[in-house]
Each structure stands twice: as structure tokens, then as C-alpha cells.
T-cell receptor, first 117, second 112 residues
Framework: NADVMQNPRHLVRRRGQEARLRCSPM?????VYWYRQLPEEGLKFMVY????????ESGMPKERFSAEFPKEGPSILRIQQVVRGDSAAYFC???????????????FGSGTRLTVV | GNSVTQMEGPVTLSEEAFLTINCTYT??????LFWYVQYPGEGLQLLLK?????DKGSNKGFEATYRKETTSFHLEKGSVQVSDSAVYFC???????????FGQGTRLTINP
């Protein structure tokens, strides 16, 4: 799924550092979704953004995590003061319309594997 | 809340064997149901979907039928190939919702 670009593919951070994960949606897509996959678990929804707006952040941890999708540039998922429990694969998906979810018209990126040491 | 339960993995089969991966769900209303596949090192790809009861989704020889009475969406394939080795995720989406709820995934390995 090269059309949704996530980088870096792998990220190693020491406890207490900041992690920044980037997601460039497909061309023409203005809706971005972030999911987290903990080891041996399914993907869990974190946040849904449109350009310059957070629409649903019901899955975001209350502290240390933030997300943005500026008018220009990629969407950023930022994790401050990382802990070992943040180690996971973080996936981004994008869509062109808000109704895409029920039609299955998401496109997923290849993910960023975050390891906290 | 909504949830999806998949059969525990990993599953290992020989080439040309019959495949079933069980998926059951709990949801309010009438969700859409999906199977996604994740090949090594890649993101998730939509494999098939069904949007209402008794619909059958199919793609690449895989099939799944939306069974409202048993709240199930089991994935089947009559004859698997080595190239089907991947992780398979069952998921649902409430109508109007902007997020997917995933099962834990089932790792499938097909041996030649």
C-alpha cells in the first residue's frame, strides 16, 4: 500500500524521549485515521482527523499522545516521554469521504514499528 | 460496546487444504463487516466486505457470509495456496461511524 506513506518504518526510542510518526495520505484524501497494534492484538482506533481538525480522538490516551493534520504536510502522531508500553505498530489510513468507513474504502499505510528501549 | 472475536491462531495448513477462520461480533444496529489481510511488512488490504445480513463477500477465492442470526462472518477458501500466508483480520464498522473495530488477527501459514 505505497499510496499511503508512513515514515519512518521503524523507530527506536529510549524511555523518556519523544516519538514523531508521519503519515502522508493518498493524493486527494483529506481524512486520516490512526490505529495502534499492540503485540499479539488487533488494531485499535486512536484518532480521526480532517485537515486542520480533530474529529474523533476517543481512542487516544489522555496523556502524552497528540495528533495533528495541518493544512500543508503530513499528519503527525506525537508521543511524548515514551514508555515501554508504547512499543507497538502504528498504522495510518486515509479516505476521500467521511462515509468511507462503512464502504471499506480506507487505504492503509505499511505502518511504523515503534520500539522503546 | 462493539467487539470482534476471531479464532485463535496461528493456523498452519498444507497447500490445497480447505480454510475456515471463524469470526463473531457484538454490535448494536447493523454494522458492515470486513476481512482485511496483512502480508509481511505491508499495511492492511481490504479482502472482502458485506454490508447487510445474508450478503456474501468474495475475492481471490475467499468468501464470507454475513450471518445476523449467529452474529458471524467466517472466512472460507476451498483450496489455499502458499501465497495466502498472511495475517487475517475481521473487522466491523457501525453505520455512520468513522472507525473500524478489529479482531485480534489470525496468522495463517500455508506449507507447500
Amino acid at each position: 500500500n505505497a499510496d499511503v506513506m508512513q515514515n519512518p518504518r521503524h523507530l527506536v526510542r529510549r524511555r523518556g524521549q519523544e516519538a514523531r510518526l508521519r503519515c502522508s495520505p493518498m493524493k486527494g484524501h483529506s481524512h486520516v485515521y490512526w490505529y495502534r497494534q499492540l503485540p499479539e492484538e488487533g488494531l485499535k482506533f486512536m484518532v480521526y482527523l480532517q485537515k486542520e481538525n480533530i474529529i474523533d480522538e476517543s481512542g487516544m490516551p489522555k496523556e502524552r499522545f497528540s495528533a495533528e493534520f495541518p493544512k500543508e504536510g503530513p499528519s503527525i502522531l506525537r508521543i511524548q516521554q515514551v514508555v515501554r508500553g508504547d512499543s507497538a505498530a502504528y498504522f495510518c489510513a486515509s479516505s476521500d469521504t467521511p462515509g468511507s468507513t462503512s464502504r471499506g474504502s480506507y487505504t492503509f499505510g505499511s505502518g511504523t514499528r515503534l520500539t522503546v528501549v | 460496546g462493539n467487539s470482534v472475536t476471531q479464532m485463535e491462531g496461528p493456523v498452519t495448513l498444507s497447500e490445497e487444504a480447505f480454510l475456515t477462520i471463524n469470526c463473531t461480533y457484538t454490535a448494536t444496529g447493523y454494522p458492515s463487516l470486513f476481512w482485511y489481510v496483512q502480508y509481511p511488512g505491508e499495511g492492511l488490504q481490504l479482502l472482502l466486505k458485506a454490508t447487510k445480513a445474508d450478503d456474501k463477500g468474495s475475492n481471490k477465492g475467499f468468501e464470507a457470509t454475513y450471518r445476523k442470526e449467529t452474529t458471524s462472518f467466517h472466512l472460507e477458501k476451498g483450496s489455499v495456496q502458499v501465497s495466502d500466508s498472511a495475517v487475517y483480520f475481521c473487522a466491523l464498522s457501525d453505520q455512520g461511524a468513522q472507525k473500524l473495530v478489529f479482531g485480534q488477527g489470525t496468522r495463517l501459514t500455508i506449507n507447500p
